[in-house]
Each structure stands twice: as C-alpha cells, then as structure tokens.
C-alpha cells in the first residue's frame, strides 16, 4: 500500500504514534508518505520506504497568520496525485481531518477517490476540540471521514459525547516498540544520579497544568520524608519556570534534577524506580507505556484512559486527581524492596500487550477494509 500520514511533527504523543506507525509500515514494505511542515521527531532512521514532504508556508502581508490548513490540504492533493497514494491516515483532528476533506473534494474533481483515516489522540476532542470556534467544523469532519478511530475507551466515549458523531469509532490503542524501549544495563548512570542506591523517581510530561507536575513534586516530597530518593523531570513547556520555584519552596531542590527534552527517553527510564503520571487528563498515556516497557511501574491518576493502561495493585496504582496522600502511600509501598521486584515485572508483562507487533496489524485491517469499500464502491457505480 501507499499510504500518507498526516502529523504534528512535535514531541507530542500523536506525533510520536504517528511517526513509529509509519516506520512500522516501512519496516513491512508499505510505502509510508508523512505529511507535515518540518521533520517529525521520531523520524530518526533511514529506510527506502519512507518518504517527507514538507508543507510550505510563505507569508503574506495581508495574512495575520499563515494559512496553515490550506497549505496543508494543497500539498495533500499534490503527494495524492503525483505519488498515486492509495488513502490518508490524519493524526490528530485539528486541522488535519478538515484539511483532509478538503482536499478529498477538490482530488474528487480530477477523478481521484482517495479514503481517509482519522485517529483522534486527546486533545484534539477533549480540549481544544470543544472550543465552540473548532466545534462545528470538528463534528463535520470527524463526520466525512471514511474510517475513524480513537486510542482508548475512553476519548472514543468523550468524542460521542461531547460531538454529535455519526461515525463508529473503532478503539487501536496506542503501542510500543519493545526492541527500543526496554530496560538497559545502565548502571553507571544509575550510580551517578543515585551515589547512595537512592530510589529513583522520574515524570515526564510537556508541563502544561493539565499534567499537574506540582502533585509530582508533592508525591516525591512525601516519598523523601521517608525514604533516600532522587527525582528527573523530563520535558518542557509553560510551567517549567513555576515548578522550578516550587522545588525551592519544598525545600526538594538538592534531590530534584530539571533534564528537559530528551531523545533517548528510554536510557533514562532504565534506571528508574518509579514512574509518577498524576494528569487530570490523559486518553491513553504513552509516556507512562514507555516506562512500563522499561520495568518501571506507575503511580497514576484514575483519570481518562489510563485505568486501562495501568492496573491497579499490579502494575502500579491508581487514584483520585489531586489526592497526594494516597499516591503517596502507594508510592512506598512499591518502593519497598520486597515488592519493588515484582511491580517492575507487571509492569514489564503489561506494557507487552501494546507491542507494535501487535497493534500494526490492526491498522492494517483497517486500511484494507477502507480500500474494499472504495472497490465496492466503483464496481457498483459501473454497474
């Protein structure tokens, strides 16, 4: 199949998805097309089918803002025809499904039939999406796509009730590579982070408030005044400089390490204890799969579709946005010695469940599916 992926090419999780999806394409002969406005992150390897086009964008003075979503849907059409794609899978519903449809009309001019795939990943349904400046033009595209689908339970039950979708939306969880993300025998860094076997505790997020890296701070706080611990704060964003100051106010600083981004996540994660994720959204929670991939078992809110990631009393916990007692006593208990062992092989043995193995195939069958309906389709036109 030739197939186009339309992405956010950021460190964002349907970006991320995106990206590995398509190397796994390639990695199984389809011929992978990503579409975007500068290289994906993820896209780090060389393979013969995997292809980039940038979308351009020239300013104008009479453009407050460049009209990203246009760019986009031309350079859509242009890939379609002279690459001669087979369908286009859009991550991510704001803008890409409704520059999907647009291009999907202005291709159907020429004669071309092109389906479209759109996977909602968060919070392009629970966030932006419900603006009521994006909400109409949401509901209609979502609505026009051939095939859609939703990585988890539960953002397929908050698109169906915050949109009024006529689409089945088909659940393809998000996934892992375990050839890459698994634990390493790093113990040189372990030893530097932790010179007195301290226990390690790690949170990654893009620090918007919705990931509520204060509660963090406030669990690893809590773990200290019980335990030797040191803490890794991974990413960055907006509340960065706030948490940074927060540190100072707990008096955590000298145990709390700021690393912002970084690429080989799973080096870090290999030498950790414990993974905190206390969001108040998250719809799936790839970075806590990533963790779990490398043995490290979670701390996590119950919020969104991370009960159906993280099983509670085996993998790690689960509890009330906001309750930082109970995720704290829960974090010493994983962390004692004598439960610690088996937490990280839950972890491990669940995070296998989501190896890109196993999820790839069920993007497959959809794609054959939609491209069986569009044959359908013309063999019933020509009759």
Do not use: W
Not at 144 to 159: C, F, G, N, P, R
Not at 263 to 273: C, F
Request: a negative charge.
């Amino acid at each position: 199949m030739k197939i186009g992926i339309v992405l956010y090419p950021t460190y964002g999780g349907s970006g991320v998805v995106a990206t590995e999806l398509g190397k796994g394409l390639a990695q199984k002969g389809h011929s992978v097309h990503f579409i975007t406005y500068s290289q994906p992150s993820r896209l780090d390897c060389f393979n013969e089918n995997l292809y980039y086009h940038e979308v351009d964008l020239l300013t104008y003075p009479l453009f407050h803002y460049p009209p990203y979503e246009l760019a986009l849907a031309s350079k859509m059409v242009n890939v379609v025809k002279f690459e001669k794609l087979d369908l286009l899978h859009v991550h991510y519903a704001i803008p890409h499904a409704s520059a999907a449809y647009m291009a999907k009309q202005i291709l159907a001019e020429d004669n071309i039939s092109i389906p479209v795939i759109t996977t909602l990943h968060g919070t392009d349904i629970t966030l932006v999406g419900k603006d009521p400046s994006f909400e109409p033009v949401v509901t209609f595209s979502i609505n026009q796509s051939d095939y859609v689908t939703a990585v988890s339970e539960d953002l397929k039950k908050d698109t169906y009730s915050h949109f009024n979708i006529k689409k089945d939306i088909k659940v393809i969880p998000n996934f892992i590579d375990l050839i890459k993300f698994r634990k390493m025998k790093k113990d040189h860094f372990k030893k530097a982070i932790c010179p007195n076997d301290e226990k390690l505790i790690v949170h990654t997020s893009n620090f918007r408030k919705v990931k509520r890296v204060d509660d963090a701070l406030r669990v690893f706080q809590g773990i200290i005044n019980a335990m030797p611990a040191k803490m890794l704060l991974i990413g960055d964003g907006p509340e960065r400089a706030n948490m940074e100051m927060l540190c100072r106010e707990l008096d955590i600083c000298d145990d709390t390490r700021f690393l912002g981004k970084q690429e080989a996540i799973e080096e870090l994660l290999s030498v950790a204890d414990l993974f905190i994720m206390p969001s108040e959204k998250e719809s799936f929670g790839l970075a806590a799969l990533e963790a779990m991939a490398c043995e490290v078992p979670l701390i996590s809110t119950n919020a969104g579709g991370l009960p159906e990631l993280n099983i509670n009393g085996k993998t790690g916990f689960l509890s009330d946005v906001g309750d930082i007692e109970d995720m704290t006593k829960n974090a010493l208990f994983i962390l004692q010695d004598e439960n610690l062992t088996e937490f990280k092989q839950n972890a491990l043995q669940r995070a296998k469940d989501f190896d890109i193995s196993k999820i790839l195939p069920q993007y497959e069958a959809v794609y054959n599916e939609v491209l069986d309906m569009k044959k359908n389709l013309v063999t019933d036109l020509n009759h």
